[in-house]
């Protein structure tokens, strides 16, 4: 059958956004160390429209008061705004163990963007209601703005300008400086 018909173009055809937001289910939770943030929680996700699986990070600091009670969160809150994602309560003890049963099997949604880091797509650490991605862009949107994730490639990014920016890290790494040296 031959095509019949008009198609609209679509609008930013010509615009590389570099990151796409995708619907998770939380599979496990579960603390980890870290020598950076007071709490530090592990989820492994799994991708509701293609299977994919994917492990987040989401950091937290606590404010404490003099006896190291923990008093509330500290900004950013992105523990809190997992619970909220979740629509469940979020229970830290007052030594700041968090109780991580209530989330899972609950859906998230998350944003993969395109990195010039170690891997080439990270996730970002802050997260969203899967009913309300408008919120979640366009706090990556002002994240992005303020020059946050910095190893995010930018919106109109060309895989030429990709190249570029990697031949540049490699001469930055390396140097001028040729010694017949394999590293």
Same mark, same amino acid.
């Given at each position: 059958?031959?095509?019949? $018909? ?7 055809? =010509? ?5 796409? /937001? +995708? +619907? %998770?289910?939380? &599979?496990?939770?579960?603390? @980890?160390?870290?020598?950076?943030? *007071? %709490?530090?929680?592990?989820?492994? #996700? ?8 994917? +492990?987040?990070? /989401? ?8 006896? !190291? ?17 979740? +629509? ?7 030594? $700041?163990? /968090? ?5 899972? !099997? ?21 997260? =969203?209601?899967?009913?309300?991605? &408008?919120?979640?862009? @366009? ?11 910095? *190893?995010?490639? $930018? ?7 990709? *190249? ?5 890290? #490699?001469?930055?790494?390396? !140097?001028?400086?040729?010694? !017949? #040296?394999?590293?």
């Amino acid at each position: 059958m031959a095509i019949t $018909g008009t198609r609209k173009p679509r609008e930013n055809s =010509g615009v590389m956004k570099n990151y796409f /937001v +995708n +619907n %998770c289910t939380i &599979d496990s939770a579960e603390s @980890a160390d870290s020598p950076y943030h *007071d %709490c530090s929680v592990r989820i492994k #996700l799994t991708d509701t429209n293609n299977g994919y699986n994917y +492990n987040l990070f /989401v950091n937290q600091n606590f404010i404490k008061n003099d006896a !190291g009670v923990v008093t509330e969160l500290a900004y950013p809150d992105n523990l809190n705004l997992l619970y909220l994602a979740t +629509n469940t309560d979020i229970n830290v003890t007052d030594a $700041g163990e /968090v109780d991580l049963t209530p989330l899972i !099997g609950k859906e998230i949604a998350v944003i993969n963007y395109m990195s010039n880091g170690k891997y080439k797509k990270q996730i970002w650490q802050r997260v =969203g209601s899967t009913d309300d991605h &408008d919120s979640l862009i @366009a706090a990556f949107e002002k994240s992005v703005s303020a020059g946050y994730p910095k *190893d995010f490639i $930018g919106y109109t990014s060309t895989v030429e300008e990709v *190249d570029d920016l990697k031949a540049e890290m #490699l001469k930055a790494v390396k !140097g001028d400086k040729v010694d !017949g #040296l394999p590293f």
